[in-house]
C-alpha cells in the first residue's frame, strides 16, 4: 500500500497541468489526508523537477 503523499509525488511527477496538481494537493489537505509540511517534506527528497511542481501545488494552495 502507497501513502497518499507518495501518490501526490507520482502525480506530481507526470504531464498533467498545473492546475490538476494544485487541485490534487488542496483535496488532499482539506480531508486531512496529509499536510503541507509532509508534502515539503517529499519535495525535498524528490528530484528537482518533482520538487518545483510540489512547492508551487503547496504555494498555490497556501495563497487561496
Same mark, same amino acid.
Given at each position: ?15 498533467? +497541468? ?24 517529499? +519535495? ?21
Amino acid at each position: 500500500m502507497t501513502t497518499v503523499d507518495r501518490t501526490l509525488v507520482d502525480v506530481v511527477g507526470s504531464d498533467i +497541468s498545473q492546475e490538476v496538481r494544485n487541485g490534487a494537493d488542496a483535496d488532499a489537505v482539506g480531508r486531512g489526508e496529509t499536510t503541507r509540511r509532509r508534502l515539503l517534506r517529499r +519535495s525535498s527528497e524528490a528530484a528537482a523537477r518533482v520538487a518545483l511542481r510540489l512547492e508551487r501545488a503547496v504555494a498555490a494552495q497556501e495563497g487561496s
